[in-house]
């Protein structure tokens, strides 16, 4: 096997094995790795291809820099292998060792693959590490009906989108994303923050999320789109989801939700409009991104999404792929002491 770098005028092909892979993600697009790179970061991207040169999967890293010159390169959801092909821990070793002769100072290559081969395999190079990415996802199937859809929801859920309804919430879709943005988006990012704050969870500032609008807002007629939902009752916004459009799945990436009016249920409206928007664009999959934290806990919101119906889906989880032993044990031993400190 071997590992060929991708270059941009790869990005299409890319783009269209990623997204037609079983275990592909947005993550590990082309056009998110634009996203890390616009943050400053460097992004590498790798065909793994066997020894007949056919392509066997991607990987797309994300470099991420340690004191003294080390780093550890990041797969959020990688590898990825073809539709009737997932990779296994083997072909995870040998990536690993490969990019060790490419990056003489990485301590480990942290991969998030989706499928569970690796969770259940034994490797002297895996160690298992505290998830970054949703370890366990709802799925909607958008193939069904919009009245089977109702029907395998949870009573109170379809009793709360009539309410909305009655009520005269109306949602909004910033479909043309422009730099500037449009009617309610910087609102609507503000509000993602201020639901964060509220409920005592990690989240991102405020400029973070007006840059991946900005970011999407250029480059929105790609492979990867960007979608801003607003839920508005009596001119005020109410509810606010930043999804993601990629290959047949859209997926909630970040909301939130004001603290007044909580009677008229805008949230879930705002969910029903956007998967019947996504059923009409032809997309296949409505994706709840995460029914537990990074730590495998069942988070507050999670009851709100399972009432949604739909499937839930494990993932293998994160794994450090360890090249340097000892600078590995340091690094694990200072990650402790700042979780102490802290």
């Not at 909004?172 to 639901?195: M, R, Y």
């Not at 939700?257 to 059923?279: F, I, R, T």
């Amino acid at each position: 096997m071997d590992l060929v770098e991708l270059l941009e005028k790869d990005k299409k092909e890319y783009n269209h094995f990623v997204a037609n892979a079983k275990s592909g993600s947005f993550l590990q697009s082309y056009d998110w790795g634009q996203w890390q790179v616009r943050l400053g970061r460097e992004v590498y991207r790798y065909w793994i291809v066997d020894n007949e040169k056919k392509q066997i999967g991607t990987i797309q890293l994300i470099k991420t820099p340690l004191p003294l010159g080390k780093f550890y390169l990041y797969a959020p959801y990688g590898p990825v292998g073809p539709e009737n092909y997932e990779l296994g821990i083997k072909n995870y070793e040998w990536v690993a060792e490969t990019l060790k002769s490419k990056f003489s100072n990485c301590l480990f290559i942290r991969i998030e693959p989706k499928n569970l081969e690796l969770a259940t395999s034994h490797s002297q190079l895996a160690t298992k590490t505290a998830n970054i990415q949703p370890g366990k996802t709802l799925v909607i199937d958008l193939s069904q009906t919009a009245e089977e859809l109702l029907q395998q929801m949870h009573p109170k859920t379809r009793y709360n989108i009539r309410l909305a309804e009655k009520h005269g919430v109306e949602i909004k879709d910033e479909f043309d994303i422009s730099i500037g943005h449009g009617l309610f988006a910087q609102e609507a990012a503000e509000l993602v923050v201020k639901t964060a704050t509220r409920q005592g969870y990690k989240g991102y500032s405020n400029n973070y999320y007006q840059q991946l609008i900005d970011c999407f807002a250029v480059q929105n007629r790609g492979d990867v789109r960007l979608r801003i939902y607003k839920a508005i009752y009596q001119n005020k916004l109410l509810s606010s989801a930043i999804m993601v459009d990629y290959g047949s799945t859209r997926t909630f990436l970040f909301g939130g939700s004001a603290e007044e009016n909580k009677n008229v249920m805008a949230p879930y409206l705002m969910h029903w409009q956007a998967m019947q928007d996504a059923k009409l664009a032809g997309l296949k999959h409505y994706d709840f991104w995460g029914t537990e934290t990074s730590a495998g806990k069942p988070a507050g919101f999670v009851r709100f999404k399972l009432g949604f119906g739909g499937t839930e889906i494990q993932y293998a989880g994160a794994y450090d792929l360890v090249l340097k032993p000892v600078w590995y044990k340091i690094y694990k031993a200072f990650r402790k002491l700042v979780r102490i400190i802290k």
